[in-house]
């Protein structure tokens, strides 16, 4: 698991361990690695550390600090360095110094400070470090958009210190100008803002430097309290379920399919194919595209009326395609009223908005809501108000926990980075205009928020979120509780498309790497969750 943990939990945990330290002792350890990365990256790029051209911008905190002890380490590694201080009168003194001693230099004003980075190999961004809030600050600004054209035209490496400049450390927001990294190192634990976008865009390939903190996040306890976490191969391995030998159809759970109508036959059909790569033993449809469902998935269990003609299942999905007419309304009272978790997606979050949480009020098995930025701003508006879709993709752990605390139940957020909220205790409900606001983890009996990594764009394709809601559907369904099906489904779901993209169907990409391939179809992200399936169990 990749875990993350709030500036706050961080501070604390710096502080316990300097007091055991001597003094400067964790600024070496975090220096040593940054500079240790930056030669690496520096050996890639020319072949070698010595003659490269390496540019510091140094703020006035300790994250200028440890670019500049990094800086003077790269230095007496052959490195011509030179500093851009941002505010010289504050510049880390020990720092400076040492860049100094080693042989760097000072840029001196804008122009030669904007010279130097254009003509940079390697570009460490030091302005600010985990405590900014807000944008950039004007001055910093001409030296980020520098470091940018350095990027572009002359290929330079950019590597911001511990989180790129401008990108708030707790949420990920990016309000106003920011560094855009190529790498980002940062130190003794991920922050929450490098796992989500849109601060995970700006800090590319994240690099973790071990510099002791894990005893002090209370490391021992699965997340130490994190805020944040991301599943890995090996989490998901152990979560997916597996046949035993006294396993049949039913044991292994059956799901309901509440979806699809006569202008979208086409959902039903996807959720329905992306249900029977999830795990469960069977899959009941129920709704009016019955015929095209059998046609296409002859092994489902179809029937024209509702949820309540259907059978036992173990969980419902309702929602995809079904409309808004008196037949949608009908499926989503009646998959409400079976005492099994169910999850409701697409037109069944705008029918849910509609009502708004008293809908949920008096249920006892859990609610899982599945929507996309659109959907997560009508569901809010029944609450309290509305904000533009745009607002919450950009705030999405904000936006998210909103959701969850306000109906009460487990929230998946899509986007490029999808986030899953547990669901709140039921002291800590909200049902009126009354928010906490981000940070407020962890946010149900001590469970951090997940977020996905293995998402790409191929998956903006039509259908792709009805394929995750009968995936997700499937595993609830196989027994796993809403917040490991949400995740577990998301990462298969993310696996599944760049397997599908890249056309090898035995073969997953990595995760984290620029998409790869071709555009996919909704059909191909499902059939190749079987792969991606057999990925995970390998791994792990």
């Not at 039921?426 to 009126?432: D, N, P, Q, W, Y």
């Amino acid at each position: 698991m990749r875990y993350a943990h709030t500036v706050e939990r961080v501070r604390a945990a710096e502080a316990a361990l300097m007091a055991r330290l001597p003094q400067g002792a964790l600024m070496q350890r975090a220096a040593a690695g940054l500079a240790a990365t930056c030669a690496r990256a520096l050996s890639d790029l020319r072949g070698s550390v010595y003659g490269s051209r390496v540019v510091v911008l140094a703020g006035s905190g300790d994250n200028g600090g440890d670019a500049l002890y990094a800086g003077a380490r790269l230095a007496r590694r052959g490195a011509g360095v030179a500093a851009v201080l941002l505010t010289p009168e504050k510049a880390h003194r020990g720092g400076l110094a040492a860049l100094r001693a080693a042989g760097g230099t000072v840029a001196h004003g804008r122009g030669e400070g904007e010279q130097r980075i254009e003509r940079a190999d390697l570009v460490l961004d030091g302005i600010v470090g985990i405590g900014g809030q807000g944008g950039l600050r004007p001055e910093a600004v001409p030296f980020a958009a520098a470091a940018q054209r350095a990027r572009e035209r002359g290929g330079a490496l950019v590597v911001a210190v511990d989180l790129p400049s401008g990108v708030d450390a707790d949420t990920g927001e990016v309000h106003g100008a920011a560094v855009r990294a190529d790498v980002t190192v940062t130190f003794g634990t991920h922050k929450p803002g490098l796992l989500v976008d849109p601060g995970a865009e700006y800090a590319g390939v994240v690099r973790l430097v071990d510099i002791g903190l894990g005893p002090e996040l209370g490391e021992g306890r699965p997340g130490g309290r994190a805020a944040v976490e991301a599943l890995q191969h090996a989490d998901l391995a152990a979560l997916l379920p597996v046949p035993t030998a006294e396993s049949d159809k039913y044991r292994r759970g059956v799901l309901g399919v509440a979806a699809g109508s006569a202008r979208y036959p086409g959902a039903a059909v996807l959720a329905v194919a992306g249900a029977l790569h999830g795990g469960a033993g069977a899959v009941r449809y129920a709704g009016s595209a019955a015929e095209e469902v059998v046609r296409r998935f002859p092994e489902t269990l179809v029937t024209s009326g509702g949820p309540a003609q259907t059978g036992r299942v173990q969980a419902w999905v309702v929602g995809p395609g079904l409309g808004d007419g008196p037949e949608a309304h009908r499926a989503l009272d009646e998959a409400l009223a079976d005492d099994v978790p169910v999850l409701v997606d697409a037109d069944g979050l705008t029918l849910l908005a509609q009502r708004g949480p008293v809908a949920l009020e008096g249920r006892r098995a859990p609610v899982l809501l599945t929507p996309h930025a659109g959907e997560a701003t009508r569901l809010l508006a029944a609450v309290h108000r509305g904000e533009p879709a745009e607002e919450v993709a950009h705030a999405r752990l904000r936006h998210a926990v909103r959701l969850a605390e306000a109906y009460g139940a487990v929230v998946l957020l899509k986007g490029s980075t999808t986030v899953v909220v547990p669901a709140p205790a039921e002291s800590a409900r909200v049902h009126s205009a009354r928010y906490r606001e981000w940070p407020s983890f962890p946010v149900a009996g001590g469970t951090p928020v997940r977020v996905n990594p293995t998402g790409t764009p191929w998956l903006a394709t039509a259908g792709s979120g009805d394929v995750l809601s009968g995936l997700t559907g499937s595993l609830l369904a196989a027994g796993l509780a809403p917040v490991d099906a949400a995740s577990a489904a998301a990462y298969l779901h993310g696996l599944a498309a760049r397997t599908a993209a890249a056309g090898r169907s035995g073969t997953v990409p990595v995760a984290g790497a620029e998409p790869q391939g071709a555009p996919v179809t909704a059909l191909e992200v499902a059939a190749a969750v079987r792969a991606a399936w057999r990925s995970v169990r390998a791994a792990g």
